[in-house]
Nanobody, 126 residues
Framework: QVQLVESGGGLVQAGGSLRLSCATSRQTISTYMMGWFRQAPGKEREFVAGISSIGDNVYYAGSVKGRFTISRDNAKNTLYLQMNSLKPEDTAVYYC???????????????????WGQGTQVTVSS
């Protein structure tokens, strides 16, 4: 079982930046594929960014590519999401997700991730 705890959300003006963190309970997350998803009110949970366990391959949703950066620090067992040039449409609850998978791939659907955090609210004002 993996416990995931997100932090770093908040209220920011359009054009601003936030960095989300996802701390894990395991001694190492190096074998885990990890991802960030978000869910706005009345909408389905959607993929934002993911990083593979092997090769640190990254993949982004088209709506955030070039603005968001996903990274991991295996020594600190922490996943990050740097969000720049934020837009009002980025407003959502952001979730960290993980799957124990030693592979150079990134899954982009929520059903492929068994472990989830509780979420952190990001609100971007116009």
């Amino acid at each position: 079982q993996v416990q995931l705890v997100e932090s770093g959300g908040g209220l920011v003006q359009a054009g601003g930046s936030l960095r989300l963190s996802c701390a894990t309970s395991r001694q190492t997350i190096s074998t885990y594929m990890m991802g960030w998803f978000r869910q706005a009110p009345g909408k389905e949970r959607e993929f934002v960014a993911g990083i593979s366990s092997i090769g640190d391959n990254v993949y982004y949703a088209g709506s955030v590519k070039g603005r968001f950066t996903i990274s991991r620090d295996n020594a600190k067992n922490t996943l990050y999401l740097q969000m720049n040039s934020l837009k009002p449409e980025d407003t959502a609850v952001y979730y960290c997700a993980a799957r124990d998978l030693r592979w150079a791939v990134v899954f982009t659907t929520p059903d492929r991730y068994p472990y989830w955090g509780q979420g952190t609210q990001v609100t971007v004002s116009s």
